[in-house]
């Protein structure tokens, strides 16, 4: 299979600014898309035909299996079948076809390599089938994979990032209704930075996997709890109220980490809007102490690149994004010096920790765009 197969779709993985672990909780967040995209290249059959064909770049042997009969099996190729088996479900009948698939978004690094599979795939079949998907959809069909397939128990960012983000601007959105706007960032003034700790994440199959799903099953404890639906419906005066207060100490922290990390998000958005890039930097900072301390979803390799970026001459602020449990850093930088300092940030972490860090963005990159 060398030739090209003729559709052709991509999705772009994404990096969370800020809003951790809000959107299963009804909250917000605020991802952008970055440079590093999956390619998909179909080719479909005739409808008798069942048969899925996956070749991955990253793999020699070819997959198969027909469509109706996917089983989980526990490796990645669960994205394709969960993508085949959730149309059927929903009503779209999609025949057999070759499958290509090729990846810039590094797995493991907390960006969202699932989701861009997902809606790269969704996206091409909906070509090669002419099948009546908005992005919207999209996003949620690929939510449905993760949460019914594949077995994370994910909220909606990441895919709603994949389909509907871009680099240039920030995408601020409501998970609670999926209202979403879209702010320009402000590259003529600062430049992103995202490192790779190296130090893989995972949503599923995992420690970091069994942790994601019960730092939500907490969640929905302290919501019982405080007779609440979701924690979006408190806000931080509701940290010292009494009900707030007799839940258990862990429970406290959970739930204080998602209720002020929505408030900064909220005031993310303002600082971003108005400029203020110190203020964002700030937010970048106490959202992953937040996440550190009272999620407790950090490890001590992210903070020592966090800690790191932070003490450096032109960082506004650093954090860790995503999921947790390893994964990448987010920074922001005066524009340009997001390279020199994140190139200092990898030269400090290999001398001190011994550990290879990638720089995925540097600012330049997601400005040409
Ligand atoms: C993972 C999940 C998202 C979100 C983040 C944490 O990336 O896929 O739904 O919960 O973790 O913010």
Redesign the pocket.
């Known amino acids: 299979m060398n030739h090209s197969l003729p559709i052709c779709a991509s999705a772009h993985g994404r990096v ?1 600014l800020i809003g ?5 909780n009804g909250g917000f967040v605020l991802p952008t898309a970055i440079p590093q995209k999956t390619i998909v290249e179909i080719r479909p059959k005739s409808k008798s035909d069942t048969q899925v064909s996956v070749q991955s770049a990253g793999f020699s042997e070819i997959l198969r299996y027909q469509t109706g009969a996917e089983k989980k099996q526990g490796d990645w190729a669960d994205y394709v079948r969960g993508t085949t088996w959730i149309l059927a479900r929903e009503g779209y009948q999609v025949p057999g076809f070759d499958l290509r698939i090729s990846s810039t978004v590094p797995v493991g690094s ?1 960006l ?1 390599s699932s989701a861009a599979l997902e809606v790269a795939l969704l996206r091409g079949l909906r070509d090669a089938f002419s099948m009546n998907l908005t992005d919207l959809r999209i996003a949620q069909l690929g939510q449905k994979i993760e949460n019914e397939f594949v077995g994370a128990r ?5 895919q709603m990032a994949a389909s509907l983000a871009d680099p240039k601007h920030a995408l601020f959105l409501d998970t609670r209704d999926l209202s979403y706007r879209k702010i320009s960032l402000p590259f003529d003034r600062a430049d992103l930075v995202v490192i790779n700790s190296g130090i893989s994440h995972r ?1 599923v199959g995992s420690n970091s996997g069994a942790d ?1 799903n019960t730092r939500r099953m907490e969640c929905e404890t302290a919501c019982a709890q405080l007779g609440i639906k979701q924690l979006r419906d408190i806000g931080p005066e509701a940290l010292s109220s009494r009900p707030f207060l007799a839940l258990s100490e862990v429970l406290q922290k959970r739930a204080r980490h998602v209720i002020t990390e929505n408030a900064r998000v909220l005031s993310a958005v303002k600082a971003l809007e108005a400029g203020d890039l110190q203020a964002l930097g700030k937010l970048f900072v106490q959202s992953h102490e937040s996440m550190r301390d009272d999620y407790e979803v950090s490890i001590p390799e992210i903070d020592f690149l966090v800690k790191t970026a932070v003490s450096l001459p032109d960082i506004f602020g650093a954090r860790l994004t ?2 947790g449990f390893g994964g990448s850093i987010v920074a922001l930088a005066a524009a340009g010096t997001g390279r020199k300092n994140a190139e200092n940030i990898i030269r400090i972490y290999s001398e001190q920790l011994k550990h290879k860090a990638t720089i995925l963005v540097a600012g330049a990159e997601s400005k040409t765009l």
């Open positions: 969370n951790e672990h809000t959107d299963y907390g969202s994910v909220g909606i960012m990441d949503n994601y995503g999921g």
